[in-house]
T-cell receptor, first 115, second 114 residues
Framework: AQSVSQHNHHVILSEAASLELGCNYS??????LFWYVQYPGQHLQLLLK??????LVKGIKGFEAEFIKSKFSFNLRKPSVQWSDTAEYFC?????????????FGQGTELSVKP | DAGVIQSPRHEVTEMGQEVTLRCKPI?????LFWYRQTMMRGLELLIY????????DSGMPEDRFSAKMPNASFSTLKIQPSEPRDSAVYFC????????????FGNGTRLTVT
């Protein structure tokens, strides 16, 4: 079965620090990959997605992610975090042959940014 | 577009009572998903529908849980009888599967069973 692994459960950074959150998935075929963000008390919102093409994907709010097929990874990065980036971040995968387009989510990484 | 609409936002109930959570997907979306979020287990997919038909309910924890989608614009998730361990945030999400669109989530229902 497909699975998604996020290695960091809680990351604490100071403002302006660089961010990289790890994500690895288990499926060996063609995949669609997503990063979602959940701000405190809110619902999940899409940060960025990868379907095909350029493996370096840019999303909203200065976030980007790189798909490395050989490593089954889709790490999220941001060069300089802000206090407002404090949230929980979820990596998700969907295989096109997965009926209905369901997403499998990682456990999430909580990011705390100190001002 | 109003997005995915869930109701109620908060539900507090006593153990043994029936709980019904409601979801209105984005108009035109043909897939609907119910997720449960807890501190211990993170986001769990409970069940999802394509074109109002349940496709995979393997994530439904017990027979106490049931979900229906009588039409393209409405779905319910019912727990009967409820138990304290059902306390969680329940999210509904919808998508347009044909073009691999991402999931759009509702604001969730925070359920507390005492």
């Amino acid at each position: 079965a497909q699975s998604v692994s996020q290695h960091n459960h809680h990351v604490i950074l100071s403002e302006a620090a660089s961010l990289e959150l790890g994500c690895n998935y288990s499926y060996g075929g063609t995949v669609n990959l997503f990063w979602y963000v959940q701000y405190p008390g809110q619902h999940l919102q899409l940060l960025l997605k990868y379907f095909s093409g350029d493996p370096l994907v840019k999303g909203i709010k200065g976030f980007e992610a790189e798909f490395i097929k050989s490593k089954f990874s889709f790490n999220l990065r941001k060069p300089s975090v802000q206090w407002s980036d404090t949230a929980e971040y979820f990596c998700a995968v969907n295989a096109p042959n997965n009926q209905g387009g369901k997403l499998i989510f990682g456990q999430g990484t909580e990011l705390s940014v100190k001002p | 577009d109003a997005g995915v609409i869930q109701s109620p936002r908060h539900e507090v109930t006593e153990m043994g009572q029936e709980v019904t959570l409601r979801c209105k997907p984005i108009s035109g979306h043909n897939s609907l998903f119910w997720y449960r979020q807890t501190m211990m287990r993170g986001l769990e997919l409970l069940i999802y529908f394509n074109n109002n038909v349940p496709i995979d309910d393997s994530g439904m924890p017990e027979d106490r849980f049931s979900a229906k989608m009588p039409n393209a614009s409405f779905s319910t998730l019912k727990i009967q009888p409820s138990e304290p361990r059902d306390s969680a945030v329940y999210f509904c999400a919808s998508s347009l599967v044909q073009i691999n669109s991402p999931l759009h989530f509702g604001n969730g229902t925070r359920l507390t069973v005492t």
